[in-house]
């Protein structure tokens, strides 16, 4: 797994970095300054442009990464690069006049008539279109296997930018308004400076002719576009609707939660990010072998680092939220559990979606996508008002089941394949253990001390078996990689 072990390295750097600086804004900045209600409103509003975004892209960004590969020549990639550039276009010329006549309705329907999203038509609007072109020109970059800098944009970037942002609104020197307006043009700048690498990396010559292939890419794109919208929809559906039918407030207590716990699923993040094209190339070559191999592979490896990171996580969540000594937040840590056992399913289940979503039954992903969408907003419904954010996370977690199960039973049915093993079974039971012997560790007065400690002694019973039982080699060798270096 050379390239793959390579570029995820450097993109798990990336990702750590991102959920740090992410956690200083989520965690301190965000609740000192500005304060809940603003935190609230700004997620609930990029919240809503995810919900968009995939009107706009149309799912052409999946459509580059299967096709490339399956091109005949440079000819044919070179009319796939423009097709997918230039398809965009033609949606935006629907939705830009549709979106503006009925922005009023939309944000409505969105927000559930809430007037602080109302406030701001243009950022939604205008930040979806930005990202559906961010994520066409990062797949570009996916193709020809350059996915480190792409992911430094994707996932570092927003996060600084936001920093900044907030660093500027404590010192008094922008307010709301202006908070708003340098977001979007933050995200702007964003999209040009991929343009710039992406064009540097490889530039296509224009044709005027279609790809021989267009119908079947439409149809994918189609599909795929549905099946996005669904997934952007489940994926920001809890946090809409938590602030339509509770408070903008614990939108704040619940968003912290969700970013505590997406830190399990950054290892997977970072794989999936150069995993989606090889397993693309593997499908159109019918080598079997390897896809089976990159599945059990990236499945057992994701599991071992996610696993640790959920031990870290879960069993630091007291001190975690006494150093951040927010009143409320405290409120959403079984949020935090709940959500985590859910993205730690999902990661394991290696490049499971890849392999679905770039075979020829990748049609399967949209009925599955609506299924769950539809039960997300029944859920959510149901449970947010009976528990609030306690609900909101049984929902994700509800729904997180399903539509992983699907998947999983749809790839052994079909490619007569699964994503676990016997050391799948070693690793779950090494960190139950794990989880039964630090749990009852009684926390020092220090929060920090206790962190330290804690995660030291969860590090040294994690690394017993993962060295004993010699789970995956691909670990062992970047663990003798990384001291070579560091000594």
């Given at each position: 797994?050379?390239?793959?072990?390579?570029?995820?390295?450097?993109?798990?750097?990336?990702?750590?970095?991102?959920?740090?600086?992410?956690?200083?804004?989520?965690?301190?900045?965000?609740?000192?300054?500005?304060?809940?209600?603003?935190?609230?409103?700004?997620?609930?509003?990029?919240?809503?442009?995810?919900?968009?975004?995939?009107?706009?892209?149309?799912?052409?960004?999946?459509?580059?990464?299967?096709?490339?590969?399956?091109?005949?020549?440079?000819?044919?990639?070179?009319?796939?690069?423009?097709?997918?550039?230039?398809?965009?276009?033609?949606?935006?010329?629907?939705?830009?006049?549709?979106?503006?006549?009925?922005?009023?309705?939309?944000?409505?329907?969105?927000?559930?008539?809430?007037?602080?999203?109302?406030?701001?038509?243009?950022?939604?609007?205008?930040?979806?279109?930005?990202?559906?072109?961010?994520?066409?020109?990062?797949?570009?970059?996916?193709?020809?296997?350059?996915?480190?800098?792409?992911?430094?944009?994707?996932?570092?970037?927003?996060?600084?930018?936001?920093?900044?942002?907030?660093?500027?609104?404590?010192?008094?020197?922008?307010?709301?308004?202006?908070?708003?307006?340098?977001?979007?043009?933050?995200?702007?700048?964003?999209?040009?400076?991929?343009?710039?690498?992406?064009?540097?990396?490889?530039?296509?010559?224009?044709?005027?002719?279609?790809?021989?292939?267009?119908?079947?890419m439409l149809r994918y794109s189609a599909l795929i576009f549905l099946s996005g919208a669904a997934a952007s929809f489940i994926l920001d559906i809890d946090k809409s609707m938590i602030f339509s039918l509770t408070s903008d407030v614990n939108v704040a207590f619940y968003a912290v939660a969700l970013y505590i716990a997406a830190v399990v699923e950054a290892p997977g993040r970072a794989m999936f990010q150069i995993t989606s094209p090889l397993v693309a190339q593997a499908l159109n070559a019918n080598d079997s072998k390897r896809l089976e191999r990159l599945l059990k592979k990236s499945s057992l490896n994701l599991l071992i680092v996610s696993?640790?990171?959920?031990?870290?996580?879960?069993?630091?969540?007291?001190?975690?939220?006494?150093?951040?000594?927010?009143?409320?937040?405290?409120?959403?840590?079984?949020?935090?559990?709940?959500?985590?056992?859910?993205?730690?399913?999902?990661?394991?289940?290696?490049?499971?979606?890849?392999?679905?979503?770039?075979?020829?039954?990748?049609?399967?992903?949209?009925?599955?996508?609506?299924?769950?969408?539809?039960?997300?907003?029944?859920?959510?419904?149901?449970?947010?008002?009976?528990?609030?954010?306690?609900?909101?996370?049984?929902?994700?977690?509800?729904?997180?089941?399903?539509?992983?199960?699907?998947?999983?039973?749809?790839?052994?049915?079909?490619?007569?394949?699964?994503?676990?093993?016997?050391?799948?079974?070693?690793?779950?039971?090494?960190?139950?253990?794990?989880?039964?012997?630090?749990?009852?560790?009684?926390?020092?007065?220090?929060?920090?001390?206790?962190?330290?400690?804690?995660?030291?002694?969860?590090?040294?019973?994690?690394?017993?078996?993962?060295?004993?039982?010699?789970?995956?080699?691909?670990?062992?060798?970047?663990?003798?990689?990384?001291?070579?270096?560091?000594?």
């Amino acid at each position: 797994m050379g390239i793959i072990a390579k570029q995820s390295l450097y993109n798990v750097v990336s990702i750590g970095l991102a959920f740090l600086i992410g956690a200083l804004n989520m965690l301190f900045l965000y609740p000192t300054f500005p304060g809940k209600e603003f935190q609230g409103l700004v997620v609930a509003l990029l919240a809503n442009s995810n919900l968009i975004q995939p009107f706009i892209s149309f799912g052409v960004q999946h459509t580059l990464i299967k096709f490339f590969s399956s091109s005949k020549n440079k000819e044919d990639q070179d009319r796939l690069l423009w097709f997918v550039l230039l398809f965009p276009l033609l949606i935006l010329v629907v939705v830009l006049p549709m979106y503006f006549y009925f922005n009023l309705e939309i944000l409505s329907f969105l927000s559930n008539d809430n007037a602080g999203v109302a406030r701001f038509p243009f950022l939604i609007i205008a930040i979806a279109v930005a990202t559906a072109y961010f994520e066409i020109f990062y797949s570009w970059l996916r193709v020809h296997l350059k996915s480190v800098f792409g992911n430094f944009l994707k996932e570092v970037y927003p996060r600084l930018l936001t920093f900044i942002l907030l660093v500027c609104f404590a010192l008094q020197w922008i307010d709301l308004g202006a908070f708003i307006n340098y977001l979007i043009g933050g995200y702007y700048l964003r999209l040009l400076i991929i343009m710039g690498y992406s064009f540097s990396v490889y530039v296509p010559r224009f044709q005027w002719r279609l790809p021989e292939s267009w119908r079947a890419m439409l149809r994918y794109s189609a599909l795929i576009f549905l099946s996005g919208a669904a997934a952007s929809f489940i994926l920001d559906i809890d946090k809409s609707m938590i602030f339509s039918l509770t408070s903008d407030v614990n939108v704040a207590f619940y968003a912290v939660a969700l970013y505590i716990a997406a830190v399990v699923e950054a290892p997977g993040r970072a794989m999936f990010q150069i995993t989606s094209p090889l397993v693309a190339q593997a499908l159109n070559a019918n080598d079997s072998k390897r896809l089976e191999r990159l599945l059990k592979k990236s499945s057992l490896n994701l599991l071992i680092v996610s696993g640790f990171l959920f031990l870290i996580i879960n069993l630091n969540l007291n001190d975690f939220y006494h150093i951040i000594n927010q009143e409320g937040y405290a409120s959403a840590i079984g949020v935090v559990i709940i959500v985590s056992l859910g993205k730690l399913f999902s990661v394991s289940m290696g490049c499971l979606n890849n392999i679905i979503s770039n075979s020829k039954y990748y049609s399967y992903v949209f009925w599955f996508s609506i299924s769950s969408a539809i039960l997300a907003v029944f859920l959510n419904y149901i449970f947010i008002q009976s528990h609030g954010i306690m609900g909101a996370a049984f929902a994700t977690l509800l729904v997180i089941l399903f539509i992983n199960l699907c998947k999983i039973l749809l790839v052994r049915f079909l490619f007569k394949i699964h994503p676990y093993s016997q050391k799948t079974l070693s690793v779950i039971l090494s960190m139950i253990l794990i989880y039964v012997l630090t749990f009852k560790i009684p926390s020092l007065l220090n929060p920090w001390w206790s962190i330290l400690l804690r995660s030291v002694l969860i590090l040294g019973l994690f690394s017993v078996p993962l060295f004993v039982f010699r789970w995956s080699l691909d670990i062992e060798k970047l663990i003798q990689d990384f001291r070579k270096r560091l000594f």
